[in-house]
């Protein structure tokens, strides 16, 4: 693999130029299916109605072990790989999450088992899932409920962070959901009481979700934004649209917080004579650790090594650094650490979490981001694109490359990881707020 690097890391590279964001990633899943082409994969493509998403397979029956990989970028991060703000263009998209990493280094490692598989005449089929739309899109459920997990008995993936951890820590379960409100227009001196105000029935809806706040368990988020106040100063505002997300580690604690959401919502309306719509814009489970994922992953992180930077990497990270909060800032070289096998809760939520419900699944962290770099920021879109997101990129690549060839010579681990998916999941089974008919919101090229 590391023979290998140079290459992966400018496909990376490529990717991270690109920039394509949630449904939008045509060439950016064109340049990893043509990679895995190319080493002698299957590729199906459009895959749940999703024109981006694609399967690439190799080999035939048991185990069926799948690498998760995305490749989707944010709107509004675009950013030079320098270690000061300058945006290239404006506005444009950029990796502030690093998936031009995660997915490369996904499709890296398929290829490096699949040839290992194909050298040691071992049995089983490796498949790279490419998942469109993790930032905005719920691209695995829509995949989940297409069924193209069924057939598989463990997923690995990763994810870019600014740390190397092969822990079992769960995400926040989410929902959300645009609320929106019809009144009455009317001119709003010459006839302001024959009015009834979308947005006096937002204000109110936000106001008593604020007051609920502080009556929610404490690991709970909720956020939201006025994504359409009205139109003129004199004119009451007919329409009225607010955008709404919360969160919390436990599905069922989060279905009641919901609920309460919708009354605060409903006595918005109440109060104004408006109407209520709800669409429920997305719904994403926690993850479910797995242990014996972990621990498998745990002992290869190891043998493989944090990230060390050299000279000029280290001058990157101490100009990024000297521009962030220095309360709390975590050492520097703990980029060159491994973790420890973790319980806890990371608080983000992904779309990893559905399929871990699914089949037992092994999500890894690498340090591809400068230590005390938050993801979603100018400066982890820097570093997704320089030597210092490169270098973790290989860490996860090879770390997901052994633990699924440990899969492959030792079939036993994965009854393990069954068994432990079956504890963790303890009866219980998780339900997609997504409601069933929902359908992804891909967008198709300009013709
Ligand atoms: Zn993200
Ligand atoms: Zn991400």
Request: overall charge neutral; hydrophobic content about 40%; charged content about 20%.
């Amino acid at each position: 693999m590391e023979q290998r690097a140079d290459r992966f890391t400018a496909l990376s590279r490529r990717i991270w130029e690109i920039a394509e964001i949630s449904f939008e990633e045509y060439q950016s899943s064109e340049l990893l299916a043509s990679e895995l082409r190319g080493a002698g994969f299957q590729i199906k493509t459009n895959i749940g109605g999703m024109p981006t998403a694609f399967i690439a397979s190799w080999g035939s029956g048991k185990p069926v072990i799948a690498i998760l990989g995305e490749y989707d970028a944010l709107p509004g991060l675009r950013q030079d790989a320098i270690p000061e703000k300058r945006p290239i263009g404006m506005l444009g998209s950029g990796h502030g999450c690093g998936h031009n990493l995660l997915g490369t280094a996904s499709a890296f490692a398929a290829i490096t088992i699949k040839e290992h598989l194909q050298a040691s005449a071992l049995k089983g089929t490796i498949r790279f899932y490419g998942c469109p739309a993790e930032e905005n899109g719920s691209g695995k459920v829509h995949l989940g409920r297409a069924g193209v997990f069924d057939d598989c008995h463990v997923a690995l993936t990763w994810h870019p962070d600014d740390r190397n951890e092969p822990g079992v820590k769960t995400t926040l379960a989410n929902v959300g959901g645009y609320f929106r409100f019809r009144g009455t227009a009317a001119h709003a001196a010459r006839a302001p009481e024959k009015g009834r105000s979308a947005l006096d029935a937002v204000m109110l809806m936000s106001h008593a979700v604020e007051m609920l706040r502080e009556h929610v368990p404490a690991e709970t988020r909720i956020h939201f934004f006025v994504a359409n106040g009205g139109s003129a100063e004199n004119v009451v505002p007919e329409f009225s649209e607010l955008r709404l997300i919360v969160r919390h580690p436990d599905a069922p604690t989060l279905d009641g917080i919901w609920k309460r959401i919708l009354k605060c919502a409903e006595a918005g309306a109440l109060a104004t004579e408006t109407t209520l719509e709800l669409e429920i814009s997305g719904s994403l489970a926690n993850v479910l650790p797995n242990d014996t994922l972990a621990a498998l992953s745990s002992a290869n992180m190891r043998s493989v090594g944090g990230v060390l930077y050299d000279a000029a990497e280290t001058e990157f990270a101490q100009k990024l650094r000297a521009l962030l909060p220095q309360e709390g800032l975590p050492d520097l070289n703990i980029a060159a650490r491994v973790q420890p096998v973790q319980e806890g809760v990371t608080f983000w939520s992904t779309d990893v979490g559905d399929v871990s419900w699914r089949i037992p699944t092994g999500e890894i962290r690498a340090a591809t981001f400068v230590p005390g770099v938050a993801p979603h920021t100018w400066q982890s879109t820097a570093c997704a694109g320089m030597g210092i997101g490169q270098k973790g990129m290989l860490v996860a690549a090879k770390t997901i490359a052994l633990t699924g060839i440990d899969l492959f010579l030792q079939p036993v681990l994965v009854d393990e990881a069954r068994k432990s998916f079956d504890r963790r999941r303890n009866g219980r089974s998780y339900v997609s707020k997504l409601p069933p008919d929902a359908k992804p919101r891909v967008k198709f090229p300009p013709k």
